[in-house]
């Protein structure tokens, strides 16, 4: 990407992608309360309010974690469209009553969509992923958490007290089963779209 | 399942083909759009899992801190005014005698050397001397592998007794808990003037934490100059032994 597209506001990621207390207290007084107004104003309270802001923070961390998160556009806009999207998506599962909307207009960028689609995809995949993993046998389980913790297959081998081929084995096929899994789900929402 | 297609994907990744293997596999992925795109499927679940496990202290620690932040920003109250009702002396009773067990519940609790035990990693290959029980050494000492490593050690040591080699022995030699053997070799490099007089220190003082001498570990504590580069440890050890 070219580096001079990138907001000032990149700021806020790698502050909350190096837990940085000072740029998180930051983001909470500077662009919490428009959220909060927002979802008090649509059905909810405070504290599903709390609840919103802190799932969204956490879905930034990981993306930034995975670097992939490169702003492109205000921080404020693209925040509290992820914020807003994510309420909605809530009211909507809840879908009791017939909930009324007000929604204040906010112009979007182009960019603003675009990255907001990117995260709200990250937020997918990784989702998808978790359901998958938590599919596969303990034994599955125990050998990929190992491997990707520890320095070096050999560790794995004697942590599990089997031999360096087995531990090979067993993971190229864990990892296989959890993208014959992925891929067939891949496939089907393909064909849902299409 | 297929499991020779992921064993395969497994090997093209870490490059474990021969060139030929790999020039044939690399033509099917070429000609088979459908083989390609499982192997980015593949590559995208190692992403996941790095993700996942690799950075998980990571991710709780910023999720207390968040909550932390989160928690203020909302003022959250946790406690909230009330009258004084006859159970209340009750409950603040009982809350002085909890804050007294605690009291001598922390003051049993002594330091322990699993929270101090950070051992260094040992680099002796880099220095040239490409010899195989050093490399081995090296190896298992840092791998926490230290009942193999003092047979390697011991070895070296009869042709060069080095106080680098004598210091990470010492500490292999606490780790296993040889105690006695340990603190000797030790005190030779403390009698000594290396650059690992004070690190040596600093392992004896943990050696004799291991074996809750607490008195002996202070001891030895005191004896560490502020020179030394973990001096707070140190002074942390100091004030958890007091």
Known sequence: MDQSKIHPDQKYIDGLAANDSGVIEMIYKKFAPKVCMFITNNSGDKDQAQDVIQEVLILLFNQAKANKLQLTCPFDAYFFLLCKRRWLNELKKSDNKGVTIFENVLSTSESARELIEQSEEFDERQKLFDTMFEKLGEKCQEVLKLSFTLKSMEEVAAKLDVTYGYVRKKKSLCVGQLTQWIQEAKNFNSLKKH | ?242
């Open chain 2, 1 to 242: 399942m297929n499991e020779e297609r992921y064993i395969l994907f497994d090997q093209y990744l870490q490059g474990e083909l021969t060139v030929d293997e790999k020039d044939t596999f690399e033509k099917q992925l070429a000609e088979n759009p459908e083989l390609a795109e499982e192997l980015e499927t593949f590559k995208e679940m190692h992403l996941q899992l790095e993700n996942k496990f690799g950075k998980e202290s990571e991710r709780q620690a910023f999720e207390q801190n968040l909550t932390r932040i989160s928690d203020k920003y909302f003022k959250k109250k946790k406690t909230k005014v009330v009258s004084i009702q006859p159970w209340y002396y009750a409950t603040a009773a009982a809350s002085i005698i909890i804050i007294f067990g605690l009291f001598f519940f922390r003051y049993d609790q002594n330091p322990s050397f699993k929270d101090y035990n950070n051992p260094e990693s040992a680099y002796f290959t880099e220095r040239g001397v490409a010899e195989e029980t050093l490399k081995k050494a090296e190896d298992d000492f840092n791998g926490k592998r230290y009942a193999k490593a003092i047979p390697l050690f011991e070895t070296i040591l009869k042709e060069n007794h080095s106080p680098e080699i004598q210091y990470f022995y010492g500490i292999s030699l606490v780790e296993e808990s040889h105690y006695k053997k340990a603190e000797a070799v030790l005190n030779e490099l403390i009698s000594g003037n290396s650059i690992f007089k004070e690190k040596a220190k600093w392992y004896l003082a943990l050696s004799k934490l291991k074996q809750r001498d607490y008195k002996a570990c202070k001891e030895v504590l005191l004896t560490i100059s502020e020179d030394f580069e973990n001096y707070e440890d140190v002074e942390q050890l100091l004030e958890e032994l007091n």
